[in-house]
């Protein structure tokens, strides 16, 4: 998904990093390469022109905080754009468990309509919700068995009725809902290839009998502009809630779910990731821009980093580093600043280029870090400042303390000796030169 689009903005990003500073010139250069990325990616030719006049506008007005680099300030700056582009207005499915909300599908054959039925019940079923389907696709022969099938798979009810009249099963579907006190009824529509008065008649008379809480247009997000074209079209007849942007595990080129609000001022409610049940995805603006700059949220990792390290303290550890006077006191406080970031998989995941690389089930092992932590912790003030006085009985001692295994306590003992013996070869100007396994190259 995007990634075309991703790889270009990454680009633009990295030419400005050799930047010392943003010019009139770097930014003019930088917006033309944005705007070409974005109308490849087939987002809408106007969307794309305000894009970047907002883009430069604030690139130019400098209001932007002073300690980021050039990369830095226009990837924060297109950040935020991409998340106003998308802004879902706060639009929410509310649901409630003494309440029954009603959800219509709607959208051109193929869409993913009949898909999206069953993947948002089961979705808000994990929520506690009790849903139920409606198949009111009378057209397709297959239609109903469909929905059937993705019912039984989950384990939730579909409503049907051996009719052509879509009043009549919506009515049954209603009594049925009331009878078992269920909180989401979802309806089924039939799709056509393109609009046609018949299908939007349809739809219209099972709109004024339901009088559905919400209207889900549903888009497919390969079809690109001709989406978002459909939807306002489909905006104008029916006035719909929201878009679910289907198959954008694809390879979408993101023109749809960046084009959609702006064209039709109705936002992006849910996006289909995959074939599965489990597929479908709330859509969060900020995750989404996040996404397609690719490089993980250079940002985010700036705040946090900010917010956990105190610049005063680091300071002085840098001191007592040179000094060869680092001891397992300062390594705890490093170790704790580190946690308060958060946990280390997502950590590794906002540092650029390398975060787009890992595999989406990457887990990091948080344990690693909280075992050193109880073993430090087990320590006297003594030894964390003298480690050298740590022998055979004290070893025993916080192996106890600590719950770990005696080796384990050996092996951080030697690798905080083999980390100390490292930090003098570099305050003594030496760098990596000559320690086996580490490139040669000069430090100065
Ligand atoms: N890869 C992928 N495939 C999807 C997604 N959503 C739906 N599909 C597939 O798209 C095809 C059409 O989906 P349906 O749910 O039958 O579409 P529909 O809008 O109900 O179609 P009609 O009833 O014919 O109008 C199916 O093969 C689905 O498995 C998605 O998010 N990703
Ligand atoms: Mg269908």
Do not use: W
Not at 35 to 40: F, I, W
Not at 379 to 400: A, H, W
């Amino acid at each position: 998904m995007f990634s075309s689009l991703s790889e270009k903005l990454d680009k633009v990003f990295r030419n400005l990093k050799g930047k010392g500073y943003l010019t009139e010139q770097n930014i003019k250069d930088s917006m033309r390469e944005i705007r070409l990325a974005l109308l490849e990616a087939d987002v809408n030719f106007k969307i794309v022109k305000n894009f970047i006049v907002e883009v430069e506008k604030r690139a130019l007005g400098q209001e932007v905080m002073k300690s980021l680099s050039p990369g830095q300030q226009v990837v924060k700056i297109v950040h935020e754009q991409l998340i106003d582009l998308m802004d879902t207005d706060g639009f929410e499915l509310k649901v409630y468990n003494n309440k029954l909300i009603k959800v219509m599908m709607v959208g051109l054959q193929g869409s993913g309509k009949t898909t999206a039925c069953a993947k948002l019940a089961s979705l808000y079923r994990k929520k506690g919700i009790k849903p139920m389907m409606v198949a009111c696709d009378v057209y397709r022969p297959a239609a109903i068995d469909q929905l059937k099938i993705l019912g039984k798979q989950i384990d939730i009810p579909v409503i049907s009725e051996d009719s052509k009249d879509v009043i009549k099963i919506a009515d049954s579907a209603l009594n049925a809902a009331f009878k078992d006190m269920s909180n989401l009824l979802i309806f089924d529509t039939a799709g056509r290839l393109h609009i046609d008065t018949e299908m939007m008649d349809e739809v219209h008379r099972l709109k004024n009998h339901i009088k559905p809480d919400y209207i889900f247009f549903v888009a497919d997000a390969m079809t690109g502009q001709d989406a978002v074209t459909v939807a306002k079209e489909f905006d104008d007849k029916l006035s719909f809630d929201a878009v679910i942007l289907t198959k954008l595990d694809g390879d979408a080129r993101g023109g749809a779910a960046l084009s959609i609000k702006a064209v039709t001022g109705k936002p992006l409610a849910f996006v289909g990731v995959g074939e599965k049940i489990s597929d479908l995805e709330i859509f969060y603006p900020d995750r989404m821009a996040s996404r397609i700059l690719g490089m993980g949220d250079v940002l985010s990792l700036i705040e946090k980093a900010e917010e956990a390290i105190d610049a005063e303290a680091e300071a002085k550890l840098a001191k007592k580093m040179l000094k060869n006077q680092f001891t397992f006191n300062d390594f705890l406080k490093q170790l704790q600043s580190i946690k308060k970031m958060g946990p280390l998989d997502s950590i590794i995941r906002m540092i650029p280029g390398l975060g787009s690389k890992l595999p989406a089930d990457l887990k990091i092992d948080d344990n690693a870090l909280k075992h050193v932590e109880a073993i430090i912790q087990s320590m006297t003030d003594k030894e964390r400042e003298n480690p050298q006085i740590i022998n055979g009985s004290r070893r025993l001692r916080i192996s106890k303390g600590c719950g770990r295994s005696v080796m384990e306590i050996n092996r951080l003992l030697r690798q905080f000796e083999d980390m100390k013996k490292m930090m003098k070869r570099f305050s003594s100007g030496k760098g990596m030169k000559g320690i086996k396994g580490m490139p040669d190259f000069p430090m100065d």
